[in-house]
Structure formats: C-alpha cells, structure tokens
C-alpha cells in the first residue's frame, strides 16, 4: 500500500471524512457489473470524488475506458493505467483484482455511491471554510470580498446536491424535449405577456441580463411590474422584485389596481363604487396565491442582492429576476461611479448565470437624451453605459409619445425598443399603455377581462374628471 494508503490526513485533530474500504467497494462494484458506469457517472464529476490518490487513478482510468467504449473489466483496466504509467502506483494488477473478489456483486453500489458522495461535499466545505479562513487573515481582501467568495463556494456545493457538471447527454436532452413539449406558441422561455416581445425573445431566456431603460416618468416601473404580474400570476413563475424606490404596499397598490382594473387614484382617495371595490376584491386571491416575492429594502447592495437571490434559488422559489433600478444599488468604496455602476451590473450578469435565470435590471437614461431634443433613445444614452451596455445580453427602452407630444391621440401609445439583442434581432414594439391603472398591453388585445383594445378598456376622455395630467411617474 501507498503511504497515503496507510494513514488519513487529518483537520484540526480530527480524521478528514473518507471512507477507504466504500471507495474499494464501489471501484470493485463497477469491475463486478460495468453496466452501473453510466448511472455512477452522472454522480461523480471529478477525480477527487474519491480521496484516496490510487482510487483516483483507477477511477479516471476507467472513465476514460468507458468514454472509448471499451469494456472495463480485469484486462482492460491494467492496459490503460499501465499505458498512463500509473499502474503500480495504484496498486498494481494484484490491488485490482483483491479489488473486485472483495465484492460479491454490484448490489450495493448506489449505497456506496451515495455514502462516498456526502463524504465528498464534507471535505470541499472544509476546503471552502479553510480557503475563507485564509482570505480572513489576508488583510489584501475586504469583508465584502471574503463573504461574497465564502457565499459563492458554498452555494456551488449545495448546488451540487442537485445538477452535477459530468452528465451524460440524456440529461440534457430530455428536459430540452420537455421544454419543447410545454411550449406555447413557441415560447421555451418565460413569458411576458406580451404578444410580440415574446414572439421576437421566445421568452425571457435564462442567464440573460436584460436592461429596462426610459426617461424618468415614462414607465419603467410599470412596464417591469406587468411583465412581474404577467409571469407570476397568468404563468406561475417564480419572480422576484426587488424595489429600492417605492415600497411594498405602493407597488402592491399598483399591482392589485392593474388587475382589476381600477383607477389608482380613486383607490388613493377611498372613491370607489361598489362595483369597483368588488373587483378589487376579486382579484386579491390570484395575486395572493402567485409566487411574487417582493423586497422593498431601499438600502440594497449587489452582495446582499447576490446573496438573497441565491437563498430563492435554494429553496426553488426563483424564475426571473427584478431590479428597480441599477442606479439606486448601494455601491461598493469605488470613486468613480461608472465604475461602481460596472461592479454591479457585471455583478448582475454573473448571477444570472450561476442561477440561470433571467435578470431584468432597470436603468435610468441620461439627460442628455432631453437635451439633445431626440425622439428616440440610443444605447450611448444609458447612464454609465460603457459596462452596462457591454454586460447587457438585451437592452430594452420604453417610450410614451405623450410625454414629449402632451396631445390626446398620443395618450394611450407606448413602444418598447429592443435596441440590443445578443442572441436575435431587434424590433419596435407598438404596445397600449392605461395610465391610471399604470399597464402595459398588447397594441391589439382579445382579453377576456377587458385588455387593451377590448369594448371596456380604459380611453381617457378629455371631458372627464381623470385626465392626462393626474398621473405623474410610473
């Protein structure tokens, strides 16, 4: 035996979790049926799944057998750790077949599995606290950077509980196929709601950052929360929005306004009929039962973000992912803002794709873009937009002719802009736009419960007690 063989190392007096005859049993397992090999392979994705060095030799030498499509079996596994140079050094033939006469059959082998496979999470957490350990006493890494590191390893660990990264390739086709089977006119993303936004993105996509930009007053938040709403309570999905400018009962206001279709305003004001008090009422339940998560702390950093996103990720209770908005985040020590504004949005795009999720982040618009007198928005007109811009995989502008224009025919219209599209190509999207219930629609809707265009939607009439100028930022 090796002198690693003999003797465990050890960890603050304590033996390191291994377990030297389990891994004997399950590499002899395999010698005894090398059918298991497919299903033990989608458990273990690295060598030092075993602890154990000549374990590991073994194991790779079988992987490697196996990937060929070469039979494993008592001469074929001594060929191939001999041709590598490694055979003696983990055991040579002699330590193989002791190996396999020591099991009787490959009965066992899911249990061992299973038993090595919890030893292996044990040691990668002591290795994970000892790398933070060290980065503690490092006075070169802030508290922010020990605990981001800390939190990543630890999450990639849990989450390894569940999807490992050496799968064989039906584990990536069947949930394909199953995407493909529950799509929706075409849709293998998460849904908007909105017809032809849909139609060009197939759906919010996972580990896609997508930037929501506008002038100040014009829609972001209201665009955001319909596509919240929409996802949420129409799909089922889970979605979390998290809100540093207005708080959860105005947002929950909002939401229970727009869909039941009634005035905010007479809401705020306690005016409502009987007829529309019912329909608020009507519609609480739905908005209840949704998976919408909302977090209203206005004092949000990118590292409590992060780390909130992943809590909802653990406990499968995150879809899609909203920010009301990027500028407001709490920054880092960083002078420049640009660069701070950069932190936080590669921030952004890093987890969306460690959770694989979509991430919608808000923006706020230069300026600029009203002094300059232009009409339409350009990517060079996203404050800090250099990072942004570069880390954006969609960029989205929302635009309502009515702030610019003031004229009546112009008070229901709105467009959004796919001004970036990493993976399709960009559209002007026509959509309706009720401003006393702050919504966003389809140009042209057939809903059941009164959409935009229907018989009983909402058309400001300029002789009316509501008008254009009652309804201030959304």
Known sequence: ?????????????????????????????????????GTVLLTIASDDFFYFERHQMIWHAMADLYRQGTPIDLLTLPTQLEQSGKLQKAGGREYIFEMM???ASSANVEWNLKHLKDKFILRK????????????????FSPDDVLQSAEKDIFAIADQQVRQSLQHIEKFVSPLLERLNNRKDGITGIPTGLAELDE???????????????????????????????????YNRKVAFFSLEMDGVQLAQRLLCSRARVDQSKLRSGKLSRDEMNQLIAKVAPINQAPLYVDDNADLGIMELMSKARELKRKDQLDILIIDYLQLMKTGNEENRAVAIGNISRGL??????????????????????????????????????????????VWFVERPYVRTHKDEDYNKAELIVAKHRNGSVKD????????????????????DG???????????????????DFGGY
């Open 1 to 37: 035996m090796s002198e690693q063989e003999n003797e465990a190392q050890s960890y603050a007096g304590r033996q390191v979790p291994m377990d030297r005859e389990a891994e004997r049993y399950l590499l002899g397992g395999i010698l005894r049926d090398p059918n298991v090999m």
């Open 200 to 234: 060009l993105t197939n759906g919010l996509q996972d580990s896609d950052l997508i930037i929501l930009a506008a002038r100040p007053g014009v829609g972001k938040t209201s665009f955001a929360l319909t596509i919240a709403a929409n996802a949420a309570i129409d």
């Open 125 to 140: 957490l002591i290795k994970s606290s000892d790398e933070t350990i060290k980065k503690a006493l490092d006075a070169q």
């Open 349 to 394: 795009k890093i987890l969306a794709k460690e959770l694989h999720i979509p991430v919608i982040a808000l923006a706020q618009l230069s300026r600029k873009v009203e002094e300059k007198g232009r009409d339409r928005p350009q990517l060079s007109d996203l404050r800090e937009s250099g990072s942004i811009e570069q880390d954006a995989d969609m």
């Open 451 to 469: 959409g935009a265009g229907s018989d009983d939607s909402y058309q400001y009439d300029s002789g009316s007690d509501v008008g254009p100028t």
């Open 101 to 103: 006469e020591s099991v």
């Open 429 to 448: 999207i026509d959509l309706y736009f009720e401003p006393n219930i702050t919504t966003f629609y389809n140009a042209t809707s057939d809903m059941d």
